[in-house]
């Protein structure tokens, strides 16, 4: 089977590719110019030089099942602007998706998303379903909510097969380094104290690895129709709070240093609870 790839020099897309081959799977994957992987691949996918202003050969579109679309603009903190995110997310993606639709109308579409599309919807559930509204706060997860429908429309109008999946809180090696976990690590390592909220916040933390052996898992399109999009969310399961995240994971490597507990404000309008209905 072969798979066409999006953002495969990101964090996600980085894991993924490895474990696509793990499988057995030809992965092609755009690639922008001397652009480099998160984390080292065991093998080099065909890659395909461009961006999604590109225009793909005609005859590499025939060649593949499934599009796998996890490229994503400003998808860490600070976010761009909405306007630059709703280009680049909405319309950038959707003219990109469409000539492959056009040229292969077979094509299986598996199109990654993001939890915090749910935005303040979260805040009234204790586990989120994947039909909750969305109510996003801010410029990335908006434009990735405005993506949902578009692609859900275009995939009931144009019977499509469409998987819209909804991450939950990855965490692994390649994450920037601004985010929590590597923050910890690299804290950890050097023997240096971390300074943290009290951690109350309860999440999905979803490792990274795991979270690519699943969407190996859902390049199965057998019970998929076409003009009938699944929208799913993707995460551990296990919630978990903050602190008790941060212990465990400060044990695991033998810290030195101590976890600063309570050194932080939490941010403003902080989300205490944000967890999926898996």
């Known amino acids: 089977m072969n798979i066409f790839l999006t953002g495969g020099t990101g964090f996600i897309g980085s894991h993924f590719i490895n474990a696509a081959h793990q499988a057995g799977y030809t992965i092609y994957a755009l690639k922008r110019m001397n652009s480099t992987t998160r984390v080292q691949l065991e093998k080099n996918p065909i890659w395909?030089?461009?961006?999604l202003r590109s225009i793909?050969?005609?005859?590499?579109?025939?060649k593949i099942d499934i599009l796998v679309h996890l490229a994503a603009h400003s998808a860490n903190m600070p976010y761009d602007t909405l306007e630059n995110c709703i280009e680049w997310n909405v319309i950038a993606a959707n003219k990109f998706i469409n000539q492959f639709i056009r040229v292969n109308r077979n094509i299986k579409l598996i199109i990654a998303g993001t939890s915090f599309e749910y935005g303040t919807a979260g805040l009234r559930y204790d586990f989120i379903p994947p039909d909750a509204p969305l109510e996003p706060t801010m410029s990335y997860p908006a434009s990735?909510?405005?993506?949902?429908?578009?692609?859900?429309?275009k995939a009931i109008q144009e019977s499509l097969y469409l998987k819209y999946l909804r991450i939950f809180q990855i965490f692994g090696e390649g994450e920037e380094d601004s985010r929590l976990w590597p923050s910890?690590?690299?804290?950890?390592?050097?023997?240096?104290?971390?300074?943290?909220?009290?951690?109350?916040?309860?999440?999905?933390?979803?490792?990274?690895?795991?979270?690519c052996n699943d969407l190996i898992r859902e390049l199965d399109f057998s019970d998929i129709k076409p003009g009938i999009p699944l929208f799913k969310n993707l995460g551990s399961g296990r919630p978990?709070?903050?602190l008790e995240f941060s212990q465990y994971w400060w044990r695991k490597w033998k810290a030195k240093g101590n976890l600063l507990i309570g050194a932080l404000p939490y941010?403003?309008?902080?989300?205490m609870r944000y967890v999926p209905k898996i």
Do not use: C, H
């Not at 990735?144 to 429309?153: D, G, N, Q, V």
């Not at 390592?189 to 951690?199: I, R, W």
């Open 184 to 211: 910890l690590r690299k804290a950890a390592l050097e023997g240096k104290d971390f300074p943290m909220t009290k951690g109350e916040q309860v999440r999905d933390f979803y490792y990274v690895k795991d979270l």
């Open 240 to 242: 978990q709070s903050v």
């Open 56 to 62: 793909v050969d005609e005859n590499i579109i025939k």
């Open 267 to 271: 941010r403003n309008n902080e989300v």
């Open 48 to 51: 395909v030089i461009g961006d």
């Open 144 to 153: 990735k909510a405005m993506a949902s429908i578009l692609f859900r429309t």
